[in-house]
């Protein structure tokens, strides 16, 4: 009786205990349930907007208005935010090919750098149509694009696949009606690429910026070529041509190297012929300059001039390898036997130009003897190692 009476009190005690214990329960899940709404309630509530972006607030998929400044804001729980991307992009889209004016067919690679409207170009836009601008209507204007952009695109993959179609049609066309060596030409008058880019990127940005709210900065091409279906057809053709170009360059340098030559021949005949004729007159001058010299300096001293020949004849006959072989009475050999003559003394009749004219160049000169045995003996003399002068009279010599 006893241990019942023990459980039967300690159950009450238990049961009068726990309204409380159920009680802080309750609190405590209510207080987790009140942070939980309260941060909540602050993250539907309070945003950033980043300095690269802007941020638009809307009700219910109604836009109420932008945010343009960084910082912290706040709306209602309730109300959404979309954020745009500020910056300035760049949009590179696959190739395509297009024809020339002259049936060209050419792959062209090209880019679009695009943004929505920062408040500084919307101003210089509304400044450049009206003449005057200020902060609140650059604000609304750039809100109003900003707006458009949301409803029209609402995205980056929309606003470039829209700018693809437009850049692409207007590229085309601009193609279309400009030929190939206006793409690409050595000449740089010739060359009309950025005057064309620039009346795409103009038609491009007053479509874009009216109808999507994106200002289209630039348009410009990164690469053209052939096709690559069709390179080796191109390259064997400009091989072709480039050969034919060498072979026509090739005949017409023979030709004027031939046209060269024989210019410097003719001319070449002709100086020779003038120096010959020249060479043969101031030759033809000179010897009978010469003759007229001599005659004068004989006529004056006839002595005097013998002496001299005599003298240019040892000169031209002597040497280390001649042998002369004289008679004694040869006045060439008098000379340089005796001496000089006295004054008023002439020398022998014959004149030693005469002797010189009996001996001969450069091995053996011999004079003729008086015996013709001798003459035959000293025929094959062999001539002395050194220059030797000998005066042996050979008359009536006999072996």
Not at 42 to 50: G, K, L, M, N, P
Not at 55 to 65: A, H, I, M
Not at 90 to 108: A, H, I, S, V, W
Not at 326 to 340: A, V
């Amino acid at each position: 009786m006893h241990f019942l009476g023990y459980s039967h009190s300690h159950d009450e005690e238990y049961r009068y205990a726990e309204p409380g214990a159920a009680g802080r329960l309750w609190l405590r899940v209510g207080l987790l349930a009140l942070v939980g709404l309260a941060v909540w309630l602050a993250w539907r509530t309070v945003f950033f907007v980043d300095e690269t972006e802007y941020v638009y607030v809307t009700q219910f998929g109604e836009p109420l208005r932008l945010e343009v400044e960084p910082g912290l804001r706040v709306k209602w729980p309730y109300q959404s935010l979309w954020r745009f991307d500020r910056r300035l992009q760049m949009y590179e889209p696959p190739g395509r090919e297009m024809l020339t004016e002259d049936k060209e067919n050419l792959d062209f690679e090209w880019y679009v750098c695009w943004r929505i409207p920062s408040p500084e170009f919307v101003a210089a836009r509304s400044q450049a149509a009206e003449g005057q601008s200020n902060a609140p209507e650059s604000h609304a204007t750039t809100e109003n694009y900003v707006r458009r952009y949301l409803q029209t695109l609402g995205s980056v993959q929309a606003a470039e696949s829209r700018l693809e179609e437009r850049i692409q049609a207007a590229l085309a066309a601009e193609i279309g009606r400009t030929r190939l060596a206006e793409l690409a030409s050595l000449e740089p008058d010739q060359l009309k690429l950025e005057s064309i880019l620039d009346r795409v990127t103009a038609s491009i940005r007053d479509a874009a910026i009216e109808q999507f709210g994106i200002e289209v900065v630039d348009v410009r091409l990164k690469r053209f070529n052939y096709p690559q279906a069709v390179k080796p057809a191109v390259f064997a053709e400009i091989r072709s041509e480039r050969e034919r170009v060498a072979v026509q360059y090739r005949a017409e340098g023979e030709s004027e190297k031939t046209r060269i030559e024989s210019q410097a021949t003719l001319e070449r005949d002709r100086l020779l012929a003038q120096a010959q004729r020249d060479a043969t007159r101031m030759r033809g001058e000179g010897e009978a300059k010469a003759m007229e010299i001599f005659n004068e300096a004989h006529g004056k001293n006839p002595a005097f001039y013998q002496l001299l020949k005599t003298l240019e004849t040892y000169r031209s006959i002597l040497d280390e390898q001649t042998t002369v072989v004289l008679s004694s009475e040869s006045p060439l050999l008098k000379l340089l036997t005796q001496g000089l003559p006295e004054p008023g003394e002439m020398p022998g009749q014959p004149s030693s130009t005469a002797e010189a004219g009996e001996a001969t160049s450069p091995t053996n000169v011999q004079a003729t003897p008086a015996d013709p045995a001798a003459k035959k003996k000293e025929a094959p003399r062999t001539p002395p190692p050194r220059a030797s002068l000998d005066s042996t009279a050979t008359e009536g010599a006999a072996p």
